[in-house]
């Protein structure tokens, strides 16, 4: 029975994981590509809903339900209406067959499937495993000949890696350790050895919460959105909690973007975006922006239109319309 209840839980960790965790990479990668823009102008600050009501930011019920997400493209943040499934389903996949990893701490429970693949230069980085029980981070070469497992300092723990940021030159991997608990989190910088260019994850952060997504702002700082909270961590990994308690789930939060001059940052969620002022004055403060009335709800007909296609709208970086303010 103890047996049967863990594959179930397992089971469960892994959905809330694939959902939160593959927020990562999604920031700006592929967010600003095609699609029709229109005034963001239109866009109204709003009152937060209660949860449970109408336009609260949650998980989708549907692949198709509409989302927002959030990038930065020549110097502005760009908003793109996307579905769920476009937002966390698969995007970059290598081609070979990915094999199942077994756990040597656990053999009676099955082989973990990978669960997010990443690509750096000369293979992949591959994520295998759910928040409550993490396989780890493998390499892959090209072909999927070569692999071995990324080494990690035994203090840390096992992890599971729910995905990986680019800050300049610097490779970051957001990771949890606990799924239906917000309560550990930490951020490690990827390297690879001198010696034989093999990667080793570093400890670099240690968050309150388990992360979700994260973006680069300033000089080489990061801005980190979760489930419980909004942190900046500096390039020297210090932490600096930008807003302690937020009003959204982790499932809901699809994005995370800081405008180019570092003053706000910009998280995409289910049913709209928040924003966040990330210095004084007004630290913190938090704007609930929702979309233009009569784009919160769509038929079918037009749900199906956007599986194709997506539409942007865009911010000015630093020179935002009154009528968000």
């Known amino acids: 029975m103890q047996r049967i209840f863990l594959v ?3 089971a469960i960790c892994g959905c809330i994981g694939m959902l ?4 990562l ?6 967010a600003s590509r095609g699609g029709k823009h229109s005034a963001l102008a239109k866009w109204r600050v709003c009152r937060v809903p209660e949860p449970g009501a109408e336009g609260f930011p949650s998980i989708p019920e549907r692949g198709d339900d509409p989302v927002w997400m959030v990038a930065l493209t020549n110097r502005r943040v760009v908003v793109r209406r996307s579905t769920a499934l476009a937002v966390w389903g698969r995007r970059e996949w290598p081609r070979f067959d990915i094999p199942l990893m077994p756990s040597p701490e656990a053999p009676w429970l099955p082989p973990a499937a ?4 990443f690509r750096v230069a000369g ?3 591959i994520a295998y495993g759910t928040l409550e029980m993490p396989r780890g981070l493998w390499w892959f070469s090209e072909g999927g000949m070569d692999s071995y497992r990324v080494s990690v300092p035994d203090a840390m723990g096992p992890v599971h890696v729910i995905g990986l940021v680019r800050n300049g030159p610097d490779l970051y991997a957001l990771c949890g350790t606990v799924c239906w608990s917000s309560e550990s989190g930490a951020i490690w910088r990827l390297v690879q050895r001198m010696e034989d260019h093999r990667w080793e994850a570093r400890p670099f952060a240690v968050l309150q919460h ?13 801005v980190v959105a979760t489930g419980g909270s909004v942190e900046a961590v500096s390039s020297d990994g210090r932490t600096e909690l930008v807003l302690g308690k937020v009003f959204w789930p982790a499932t809901a939060i699809t994005s995370i973007v800081a405008d180019s001059e570092g003053q706000r940052a910009y998280v995409g969620l289910s049913t709209g975006i928040a924003k966040i002022a990330l210095r004084d004055p007004g630290k913190g403060r938090v704007l609930w922006l929702c979309p233009p009335k009569g784009r919160r709800t769509e038929s079918k007909r037009e749900r199906g239109k956007e599986g194709k296609g997506s539409q942007q709208s865009t911010i000015e970086a630093g020179g935002e ?5």
């Open 8 to 10: 179930r839980r397992a």
């Open 114 to 117: 990978p669960r997010r693949a």
């Open 321 to 325: 319309s009154r009528d968000l303010e």
């Open 20 to 23: 939160c965790g593959s927020c």
């Open 210 to 222: 388990c992360p979700c997504v994260a973006a680069p702002y300033g000089d080489g700082s990061l």
């Open 25 to 30: 990479v999604r920031t700006g990668e592929r």
């Open 123 to 125: 293979g992949w980085l």
